[in-house]
């Protein structure tokens, strides 16, 4: 750090020496704040208590990679990590579940600030029960995406206590069509798949106004597993 310092009626540089240690506070405080926001960022939101997030449920494959950025990059917990791929459009990023699921909510991290060219802009989204009988049900288009992009699932299904779309698969496609100023390979920073969580309880019936009556919170609390055991996805 430089002041100035008046000496015989001039003014002259003179340089204060900063500890380390508060130097090294400050960069730690930096990179804690960085920490904090990409954990933000990466975890669902205060309204998908009701949800149950099921990515680690299936088995991720994609068409190619470049080293270290394949999908366990994708499927870490921060957003700081990517998958990039690693030839011609489009860039395919399969799922496949063990089970018949029932999908009510869909989200892919972007960030065309840190990506620029590697930005998509234009996705296709496709589900079946095995890569051979995929039908697309959604798509799309953005520029300068940055955060969590919600995939439509208007039409899907039946629809739920919500009246939202269901998508019942066992395998989930997304394509990457395009990217930002015709970009060649494609960066995402994560991709989540949420299913309704059979562990919290019912809603309490209607009430006088005819209107489904849930608890203060939106939702009743959630109940306790089994001992050593994990609910079960049904």
Not at 157 to 172: A, F, I, P, Q, T
Not at 194 to 201: A, G, H, L, Q
């Amino acid at each position: 750090m430089s002041t100035l310092v008046e000496r015989a009626g001039t003014r002259v540089p003179h340089t204060l020496d900063v500890p380390d240690t508060l130097e090294d506070d400050a960069s730690s405080q930096d990179s804690a704040t960085d920490e904090e926001d990409i954990a933000l960022s990466s975890s669902p939101p205060a309204s998908f208590t009701h949800l149950r997030e099921i990515s680690p449920l299936a088995s991720w494959t994609v068409s190619t990679s470049k080293p270290g950025c394949g999908v366990p990059a994708l499927l870490s917990p921060s957003t700081a990590s990517f998958w990039q791929s690693d030839g011609p459009q489009p860039h395919l990023l399969n799922i496949h579940f063990f089970k018949l699921v029932a999908i009510v909510k869909l989200r892919v991290y972007l960030d065309f600030e840190l990506d620029e060219s590697y930005t998509p802009t234009k996705m296709s989204f496709a589900a079946g029960m095995g890569e051979y009988d995929l039908v697309e049900f959604g798509e799309w288009k953005g520029e300068q995406p940055k955060g969590w992009v919600d995939v439509g699932l208007d039409g899907c299904g039946g629809g739920d206590l919500d009246g939202e779309g269901v998508l019942r698969c066992m395998c989930l496609q997304v394509r990457v069509l395009e990217n930002h100023q015709n970009g060649k390979d494609t960066h995402l920073r994560g991709v989540q798949i949420f299913s309704r969580d059979e562990r919290v309880k019912a809603p309490r019936g209607k009430g006088e106004s005819g209107k489904v009556e849930v608890g203060e919170e939106g939702y009743a609390e959630l109940e306790e597993s089994d001992w050593m055991g994990e609910p079960e996805l049904r």
